[in-house]
């Protein structure tokens, strides 16, 4: 077979020497022109304006998410004691997560502020709970002062009308005492039988006050009676005075003590109860914020995806340490870019091809959106910046982490002029087109409208069938 081919192979060079000994020939006898090499035409693409539909689709690379996932942080910073889960852990709502060093101390300040705080509470309720004994003792402390405070005036009058009685007056008042007395006498009879009732019978309270100012009219009786009979001293009248002194004042300080207890509690007494009260819970909050900082719980039920801590690492305030997900209720989330975002509606409709379903598309809504496109331009921080969708179908099997793609119309424009993005050329900000005009080739200014992959509306420029050269 090489033999045969190595034949061909000579006999082609033969035939070829042959050829340009006789081309070399020819040329002796009749001079020829020197041949020019054809110029080579570029080959170039026609392009047709035509009319019809631009849409413009959003497609973004999704991942499953789940709807709760928080980032852990504490809230001081310090070094770290104890870790007590891995990544993949699954942990209930509550359960201390890490904890930072000296967690003994502060959990016995905690339980002083509660012991204080117990206290307090107790305070306040015993003055609630005494208010009703204190304003009855109040009350007989402002009757019996008041007696008092008649007997003195009694006892003093009668030192001023003591030798200067008329024989008929002092017969009088002999009289009225023996009525007193009497009637005295009738008063302690009726209380006696009502005695044994408890205090708050109406008939025995009544009762009370009655002998109480049977026992007032005898003392007076009785007092007017020894004045007019007797001559008093220069020391009786001082006495009598001071007496009388101090009985207003045991009268006036027995009045206040009772119009401050007899609509409830000393206002003033609950106002010091009710602040120590707020005290105790000011430093008991505290105390629980404090523990609470030296701890990292979980705020829900779930999966531990990521921990970033271990003993004796140096953790800072407010740096996420360790990251919680519920993997029960799952999503799709993806980010869309800021132009994107003008497009995006909560309830909106959008496909997603699941990795193992490429070519059949689940229908879902968009549940959430980024915070603002405000956020987005200011640069401020926000936790998350994706979009969140749920599938419409429940009985959907999602993977947590796993890859999709996501497809929203964002914008469609019907009965439009459109070219390929292709035909388009931007010189310096502005777009054109070539167009053939006779034999030569002519610019024209064009103006844009919504661009999709394959197709770019043309608002100004062109008409519908004009063809357009291709760069």
């Known amino acids: 077979m090489k033999k045969t081919r190595n034949i061909h192979s000579i006999a082609g060079v033969i035939s070829t020497m042959a050829l340009l000994l006789f081309a070399c020939t020819a040329q002796t006898d009749e001079e020829l022109p020197t041949?020019?090499?054809?110029?080579?035409?570029?080959?170039?693409?026609i392009y047709t304006?035509?009319?019809?539909?631009?849409?413009?689709?959003?497609?973004a690379r999704g991942r499953v998410s789940p709807v709760r996932q928080q980032e852990l942080f504490f809230r001081v910073n310090g070094i770290v004691n104890e870790v007590f889960v891995s990544r993949g852990d699954y942990v209930h709502q509550g359960e201390v997560l890490a904890r930072l060093e000296e967690p003994e101390r502060l959990m016995a300040e905690v339980a002083v502020a509660r012991l204080r705080k117990l206290q307090a509470q107790q305070n306040l309720e015993q003055l609630h709970l005494q208010a009703p004994i204190q304003a009855a003792e109040a009350e007989l402390a402002l009757v019996e002062s008041e007696i008092a405070l008649e007997e003195a005036r009694s006892q003093r009058a009668r030192l001023d009308l003591s030798g200067f009685v008329d024989p008929l007056v002092l017969e009088n008042a002999r009289a009225e005492l023996a009525l007193a007395e009497?009637?005295?006498?009738?008063?302690?009879?009726?209380?006696?039988?009502?005695?044994?009732?408890?205090e708050q019978d109406p008939e025995r309270a009544m009762a009370l006050k009655q002998l109480l100012d049977a026992r007032?009219?005898?003392?007076?009786?009785?007092?007017?009676?020894?004045?007019?009979?007797?001559?008093?001293s220069q020391d009786d009248i001082r006495l009598a005075e001071a007496t009388l002194n101090l009985a207003k004042a045991r009268y006036d300080e027995a009045l206040q003590r009772w119009e401050q207890l007899k609509d409830g509690p000393d206002a003033y007494q609950i106002q010091l109860a009710e602040a120590a009260l707020s005290e105790a819970d000011s430093r008991l909050a505290i105390a629980e914020r404090n523990?609470?900082?030296?701890?990292?719980?979980?705020?829900?039920?779930?999966?531990?995806?990521v921990v970033a801590i271990s003993p004796s690492s140096q953790v800072v305030a407010?740096?996420?340490?360790?990251?919680i997900a519920d993997p029960s209720e799952l999503e799709i989330s993806f980010i869309p870019s800021l132009d994107e975002m003008q497009h995006l509606g909560i309830g909106q409709t959008v496909s997603v091809y699941l990795?193992?379903?490429?070519?059949?598309?689940?229908?879902?809504v968009i549940r959430r959106l980024p915070s603002t496109a405000i956020t987005q331009l200011s640069g401020a921080d926000s936790d998350d910046q994706s979009a969140r969708v749920i599938l419409e179908s429940e009985d959907v099997s999602l993977s947590m982490g796993e890859v999709v793609r996501v497809v929203v119309h964002l914008e469609q424009r019907e009965n439009v002029l459109w070219l390929p993005p292709r035909a388009i050329r931007t010189f310096q900000g502005f777009d054109y087109v070539m167009i053939q005009d006779g034999d030569i080739q002519r610019r024209v200014d064009v103006t844009l409208g919504l661009k999709s992959d394959d197709r770019v509306e043309i608002l100004e420029g062109l008409s519908a069938g004009q063809p357009v050269i291709g760069p």
Request: charged share 20%.
């Open 318 to 323: 407010f740096r996420p340490v360790i990251t």
């Open 291 to 305: 523990l609470d900082n030296n701890e990292l719980r979980a705020p829900f039920a779930g999966e531990i995806l």
């Open 35 to 45: 041949p020019f090499p054809t110029a080579i035409v570029p080959e170039t693409t």
């Open 355 to 364: 990795s193992n379903q490429p070519q059949s598309p689940k229908q879902g």
């Open 182 to 198: 009497q009637a005295l006498e009738n008063t302690q009879q009726v209380y006696d039988s009502l005695a044994s009732r408890p």
């Open 216 to 232: 007032t009219k005898r003392n007076r009786a009785q007092g007017l009676l020894n004045a007019y009979t007797g001559t008093p």
């Open 49 to 59: 304006v035509q009319r019809g539909t631009v849409t413009r689709v959003l497609d």
